[in-house]
């Protein structure tokens, strides 16, 4: 399962690719954001609620390149072993 961070012009993109090829996926965004994440079709969470999702079903999160690695979410991932790609490491 892919965990996208942020729903910015890149990784909507992103979300559309991995539509494409049936993957399952979990998008995080702030709170004031959640009712346009859900036109995705895409499960959608808060921010806040990372934390209660199972990690280990968690293959990669896919970070918006407006979110800074010090933002305490992907810190948190990060100290949790969680790979962070941005989404020209994922094409690659």
């Known amino acids: ?7 910015g012009i890149s ?3 992103v979300v559309n690719k991995l ?3 049936n993957k399952k996926m979990i998008i995080a965004v702030n709170e004031d954001e959640k009712v ?3 036109e995705t079709g895409i499960s959608v969470i808060g ?3 990372i934390q209660f999702l199972n ?3 968690i293959k990669y999160v896919i970070k918006s390149p407006g979110i800074p690695y010090h933002n305490k979410y992907v810190k ?6 969680v790979k962070i ?4 490491e994922l094409t690659y």
């Open 76 to 81: 948190y991932l990060r100290k949790n072993n």
């Open 85 to 88: 790609l941005n989404e020209i």
């Open 1 to 7: 399962m892919y965990l996208i961070l942020g729903l």
């Open 47 to 49: 921010f806040s609620e």
């Open 11 to 13: 990784n909507l993109a």
């Open 19 to 21: 539509k494409e090829l």
């Open 36 to 38: 346009n994440a859900k």
């Open 55 to 57: 990690l280990n079903k």
